[in-house]
T-cell receptor
Framework: DQQVKQNSPSLSVQEGRISILNCDYTNSMFDYFLWYKKYPAEGPTFLISISSIKDKNEDGRFTVFLNKSAKHLSLHIVPSQPGDSAVYFCAAPFSGGYQKVTFGTGTKLQVIP | DTEVTQTPKHLVMGMTNKKSLKCEQHMGHRAMYWYKQKAKKPPELMFVYSYEKLSINESVPSRFSPECPNSSLLNLHLHALQPEDSALYLC??????????????FGNGTRLTVT
């Protein structure tokens, strides 16, 4: 049962434009969400997070939006750069310790120069 | 450079072999994890160690045996694996004293091929 879903397996964006990556979840008990970026032959690296008490969190070019009523979050990258080309995973830890983290299926972003 | 170091980077083993994957971190994190990732799939949690004690086992077959000798080291012992166990095995660590604000720090993984 995939409790965190990313319905777009891939996305292509021109350099300098906005990239929007989407994530949906089914478990209303999730109260914290993270985005990880993964380059080939490397492990995932943490990018940005958001608590369920917020609806937006911004860090430089990266902004995550959370819509709890829709159980939806999105990652915006502005402006997109070729170095942003990677696979992006959204993730959510289960409450009660937060060590059990479930990952979405991933979206492969390609930023075209 | 990743702060979580995994060795070896690549491993090919037969179904009758015994091998071990190793992971090391020096960030003082007291939670360590093993994840398995198949091609075009998300990482799947296998085991979690908290304060050097096994706290989560996601119903992983016994041919995978984790070990946490100390707070910096995590091993995954492999025995009698099947070809379908071929995957990227990722180690991760996180602090345990920051509540939900504890992102995982991943190593670069061991690419395992079972022949």
């Amino acid at each position: 049962d995939q409790q965190v879903k990313q319905n777009s397996p891939s996305l292509s964006v021109q350099e300098g434009r906005i990239s929007i990556l989407n994530c949906d979840y089914t478990n209303s008990m999730f109260d914290y969400f993270l985005w990880y970026k993964k380059y080939p032959a490397e492990g995932p690296t943490f990018l940005i997070s958001i608590s369920s008490i917020k609806d937006k969190n911004e860090d430089g070019r990266f902004t995550v939006f959370l819509n709890k009523s829709a159980k939806h979050l999105s990652l915006h990258i502005v402006p997109s750069q070729p170095g942003d080309s990677a696979v992006y995973f959204c993730a959510a830890p289960f409450s009660g310790g937060y060590q059990k983290v479930t990952f979405g299926t991933g979206t492969k972003l390609q930023v075209i120069p | 450079d990743t702060e979580v170091t995994q060795t070896p980077k690549h491993l090919v083993m037969g179904m009758t072999n015994k091998k071990s994957l190793k992971c090391e971190q020096h960030m003082g994190h007291r939670a360590m994890y093993w994840y398995k990732q198949k091609a075009k799939k998300p990482p799947e949690l296998m085991f979690v160690y908290s304060y050097e004690k096994l706290s989560i086992n996601e119903s992983v077959p016994s041919r995978f045996s984790p070990e946490c000798p100390n707070s910096s080291l995590l091993n995954l012992h492999l025995h009698a694996l099947q070809p379908e166990d071929s995957a990227l095995y990722l180690c991760a660590s996180s602090p345990l004293d920051r509540g939900i604000n504890s992102p995982l720090h991943f190593g670069n993984g061991t690419r395992l091929t079972v022949t």
